[in-house]
């Protein structure tokens, strides 16, 4: 079994990071009154084991605290995805096999059961049932309409449960039949407080900085975090860091720092330009990355916690140290404040959007020769520009 089956959620507090949903779903399983539920939220946050854990609490025989035992037949049932109507009325599809409605499932349809058509306590003593239907954007247009008027009044004894990472494609009479609630990325923080979990109870002691890489690498999404743990531990059972960094492929952007050593240190403009042609062929967005670095060395140079999901945190150290040192000695030779500088830098980068490469040069000719004015002090409430031509009318910094 893998490990993200083996570590499925089986009790609420499991739920790391999804506190208000499970919370809000532990509420309606101690009520017992029917809802229309949607879960949204982005790939492998909690939407699938979050309707079955509500179905497991729903149909437990050995129900304890509003928890199911995860041991008895009904538990088991649901867990193993194995269709559940002899346990009582659980009944899990998805969006592109969702049939007919009127077709037959096992028994009975799943009109019948939504609608109640079918005595679910007449024939399985049992009072509830709980329909959910994952990947509920494939739902065809058509099927979709049909559930409107299905859906129109919530029965007190039937649990509708829809999941999707897509909202957009559910037509909207639909949406506002149903609950929303959401399911998140995780935190760095609850990245690695999942990560220890599992480390614990598989016996795994991964070196430093090992949890933030794979944390880093699984930008929150918390299957993929045990899928990169799992896929570590198959390679290194020493979870170094090193080979961490490799199997992950996470590649820290020494370059970046190197092209603005470079640029501070007044080198070349050809050569600058050579470097940053060669790294930058690599990159889809390179505003983006140009963005996140900025941010990144600006809490870095006010020691605050690095940006969640950044690859540049495994950026050398020494290498750091020595970009700190010359932008220094660049705005001392310039004589500009060094705040003033930065925040140039900085904004210029957030806000301009450069996504070509032409742009991007002359920039660059333009940072070589970088000069500011007065008027670019970051004084409140005043637009500051920056003094070249080019960019002369452009706002850049809107304090
Ligand atoms: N909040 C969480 N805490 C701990 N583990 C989680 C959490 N959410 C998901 N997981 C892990 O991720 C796996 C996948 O979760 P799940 O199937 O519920 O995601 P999903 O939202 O349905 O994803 P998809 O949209 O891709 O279907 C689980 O088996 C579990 O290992
Ligand atoms: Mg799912
Ligand atoms: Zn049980």
Redesign the pocket.
Known sequence: MS???????RAWE?????EITANFLKKIAKTRIGKNII?N??????????ARHFAKTIFCKNVKDYSPCNECESCKAISENRQTNSYGGYYETDGRKCPDFTEKLDEYSLADLISGNVLLKNIYCHDKSVAFI??AHLLPKTKQEDMLKLLETPRKDCFVIL???SMEHLIPALQSRFVPLY?KL?SLEDSKR?LAKICQAEGFYPKDGVLDAIAMKAKG???D??KYLEQLSNYDSDFKLQSALEILNIEPQNWLLKFFIDIFSGKNKKEIKDIFRNELINFNYPDVLFKQFMLYMDMKRQNSVFINGSELYFMDHALQEEFFKKFDEFTQSKHINTHITWEALMHFIITAKISNYEEWCAFLEDILDFRVTDEFKPNVGKAVSITQPKYKNRKIIQC
Not at 14 to 18: P, T
């Open positions: 490990l993200t089956e083996k570590y499925r959620p499991d739920f790391i990071g999804q879960l939220g982005p790939y492998g946050t909690s939407k699938t084991s979050f994952d990947e999941a999707t990472t399911t995780l999942l999404h918390p299957r975090i045990i």
